[in-house]
């Protein structure tokens, strides 16, 4: 029998892709969501990267299930809640592939189109954003308050930052990227804006937009509240 870390070192030897997935309380979700994603890339060899930050209903657990059925994914178990963008910091450190994959556990991401986006990557863009405000996307679900907040942070980062007018959706949690786009570059975001950061500070040249129906959540509850808002403020502050 091989054990297990011999099992994880192999597979990130042979995988093209990683998909890294930061969680916190999505036990509910995270079956279908692994689910789809096997069965969307069921022709690459890629792994998942769970980063789970101490959930109290077992989602790390139930990952690690989904793992003695697929064998293709790695749970990382951090010891308290620090946050998306920290989570998928420390995806991109474990992950195998030279192409990175972010998405959130929520299933407001349809795994689906994450072919997709692998074929943009091989098409030879650097950065594939799953846009909301490309013709073709939109939004379900969300509030008439939510849509102002996302729409005027987005104004926001293009008003300040010019480099970031190349994205239309510069706020989106789900995107792909080559390993260059980040090697050696310092990273320092705050709050879960993420990919904000690595268009202004990311190593690219080309990107591309796939539109995308942003999905309202089937269970849990969205993390956008007031420090939220606050953490982006101070995210395009630190970025000027």
Known sequence: ??????????????????????????????????DRIESSLERLPFEVIVVDDSSPDGTAERAEDLNMRYGNI??????????????????????????LGVMDADLQHPPELLPEMYGKIRDGYDLVVASRYVEGGETE????????????????????????????????????????????????PVGDKILLEIVVRGKYDSVAEVPYT?????SGKSSLNLREIWNYMVHIWRLL
């Open 141 to 188: 679900g969300l509030g008439f308050g939510r849509k102002i907040v996302s729409r005027s942070a987005t104004a926001l980062a293009h008003f300040l930052l010019p480099g970031t007018r190349r994205v239309r959706d510069v706020v989106s949690g789900f995107f792909m990227l080559r390993r260059s786009v980040i090697e050696s570059v310092e990273l320092r």
């Open 74 to 99: 790695e749970v990382i178990k951090r010891e308290a809640k620090f946050g998306l963008s920290s989570a998928v910091l420390d995806g991109f450190k474990k992950a195998g592939a030279e192409v």
């Open 214 to 218: 942003f999905k309202p959540r089937r």
């Open 1 to 34: 029998m091989v054990p297990e870390n011999s099992q994880s070192e192999q597979l990130s030897q042979h995988v093209v892709l990683s998909v890294i997935v930061p969680t916190y309380m999505e036990k509910e979700s995270i079956n279908e969501l692994i």
